[in-house]
Nanobody
Framework: QVQLQESGPGLVKPSQTLSLTCTVS??????????WNWIRQPPGKGLEWMGA???????YYSPSLKSHASIFRDTSKNHISLQLSSVTPEDTAVYYC??????????WGQGTQVTVSS
């Protein structure tokens, strides 16, 4: 049974860098053809795909976020991470990690609320 668990700060100040981690259990993040995604949902809005890291370490980003989002992984800990630089209040959202597809997700974390506020 694959489980995903997001973790990170609940509150970040504007202009700071947001760092989130998703710990994957029950399977390896390097399993062939698996993709691990970051998705967010701002209040009152729909889901927004942010980017993904593939089983081979390749990364993919939404064009709207590519300039200030980074996704990386730690295979020894079986987790993936998201860094979002220069955050603004518009980055306030519930952040999810999901997999194992690039556009279809059997596995979701429970989500973590991030608020950007001074």
């Amino acid at each position: 049974q694959v489980q995903l668990q997001e973790s990170g700060p609940g509150l970040v100040k504007p202009s700071q860098t947001l760092s989130l981690t998703c710990t994957v259990s029950g399977d390896s993040i390097t399993t062939s053809y698996y993709y691990w995604n970051w998705i967010r949902q701002p209040p009152g809005k729909g889901l927004e795909w942010m980017g993904a890291i593939a089983y081979d370490g390749s990364t993919y980003y939404s064009p709207s976020l590519k300039s200030h989002a980074s996704i990386f992984r730690d295979t020894s800990k079986n987790h993936i991470s998201l860094q979002l630089s220069s955050v603004t209040p518009e980055d306030t959202a519930v952040y999810y990690c999901a997999g194992p597809g690039i556009d279809s997700y059997d596995y979701w974390g429970q989500g973590t609320q991030v608020t950007v506020s001074s």
